[in-house]
């Protein structure tokens, strides 16, 4: 089963929520901030081609109050994905889980690809 994590506030992932329906995508959807995507799942993110950079939502306050864009550099790959997994508001979003990899983000050309939708 496909996992979407999401966030009701966010309007991309509510864009992203709507191209799934249009699309007949059944997913399980699950609320970022309360359960954050696990560590191998973040894994699997790095292995789909994700940097480590890629995988912060850069735009969020937890970013800033953090102060993430000097903290991250310092970061190993361990500690910035246990920091990913305990604080689900720093997710990239909506974060997409399968067993064909992950999907950070949504950009409509990557999700046809991954998804294998014709348009």
């Known amino acids: 089963m496909t996992r979407y994590y999401s ?3 966010c309007g991309t992932c509510r864009k992203a929520m709507k191209w ?3 699309h007949s995508i059944v997913v399980d959807e699950l609320p970022i901030r309360e359960a954050p995507p696990t560590i191998d799942e973040l894994r699997v993110a790095r292995k789909s081609g994700y ?3 890629a995988l912060f939502n850069s735009s969020g306050g937890d970013y800033r109050e953090l102060n993430m ?3 991250l550099p310092t970061l190993s790959e361990d500690e910035a994905l246990e920091l990913l997994h305990s ?5 990239k979003r909506p974060f997409v889980i399968s067993d064909k990899g ?13 998804f294998g939708v014709i348009s």
């Open 87 to 91: 604080r689900g508001n720093l997710v």
């Open 51 to 53: 940097s480590l950079k």
């Open 102 to 114: 992950a999907l950070v983000g949504f950009k409509e050309a990557e999700w046809e690809q991954f």
């Open 7 to 9: 966030y009701k506030g």
């Open 69 to 71: 864009k000097d903290k």
């Open 20 to 22: 799934l329906s249009v």
